[in-house]
T-cell receptor, first 114, second 115 residues
Framework: EDQVTQSPEALRLQEGESSSLNCSYTVSGLRGLFWYRQDPGKGPEFLFTLYSAGEEKEKERLKATLTKKESFLHITAPKPEDSATYLCAVQAWGSGGGADGLTFGKGTHLIIQP | ETGVTQTPRHLVMGMTNKKSLKCEQHLGHNAMYWYKQSAKKPLELMFVYSLEERVENNSVPSRFSPECPNSSHLFLHLHTLQPEDSALYLC??????????????FGPGTRLLVL
């Protein structure tokens, strides 16, 4: 059974204070690892997809990295508008070679204080 | 309209009611999904459709009945729900299930309260 564990559950930072969010996973054949951002009362907003160990992707103040067991979302010099819940999800190769739906972690609730 | 839209955004229903949730995607995608998001729990995959055919049913109770009349529309028919079914129901779509364009894009969700 595919599993995703995110830590910490919640994180409070001062504006400009860089940090990292962790996503540990176990999956039978990784098709892709996804990071989403979710604001209260809204659907998840896609951020990144990572496919293989060693891959890195960046978007503004966010950088996602991937190893064979975990992914990190690094936040550099965050601003209050970066406050949100960040979700990690994995997609495995399904039977017959097709991709399955996503298996999500519980998320990290990030608060950036001015 | 752009992206993935869902209606209604909020729904309150009694346990004996029958209601339907609607999802529409304007992205030209071929695959659509229903997820359930409950408080303190991860998003749970409910159903997957590819080219209007159901390809996965994640052990969902029969009181939830999906329908995909075409690749742009997805419905979730609800009947005799329980209070524990109260949650945010999210629809998502992706270009394909078996290609490289598998990134799923989500709608805003329907907040459901069962009394």
């Amino acid at each position: 059974e595919d599993q995703v564990t995110q830590s910490p559950e919640a994180l409070r930072l001062q504006e400009g204070e860089s940090s990292s969010l962790n996503c540990s996973y176990t999956v039978s054949g990784l098709r892709g690892l996804f990071w989403y951002r979710q604001d209260p009362g809204k659907g998840p907003e896609f951020l990144f997809t990572l496919y293989s160990a060693g891959e890195e992707k960046e978007k503004e103040r966010l950088k996602a990295t991937l190893t064979k067991k975990e992914s990190f979302l690094h936040i550099t010099a965050p601003k209050p508008e970066d406050s949100a819940t960040y979700l990690c999800a994995v997609q495995a190769w399904g039977s017959g070679g097709g991709a399955d739906g996503l298996t999500f972690g519980k998320g990290t609730h990030l608060i950036i204080q001015p | 309209e752009t992206g993935v839209t869902q209606t209604p955004r909020h729904l309150v229903m009694g346990m004996t009611n029958k209601k339907s949730l609607k999802c529409e995607q304007h992205l030209g995608h071929n695959a659509m999904y229903w997820y359930k998001q409950s408080a303190k729990k991860p998003l749970e995959l409910m159903f997957v459709y590819s080219l209007e055919e159901r390809v996965e049913n994640n052990s969902v109770p029969s009181r939830f009945s999906p329908e995909c009349p075409n690749s742009s529309h997805l419905f979730l028919h609800l009947h005799t729900l329980q209070p524990e079914d109260s949650a945010l129901y999210l629809c998502a779509s992706s270009q394909d299930l078996r290609g490289d364009q598998e990134t799923q894009y989500f709608g805003p969700g329907t907040r459901l309260l069962v009394l």
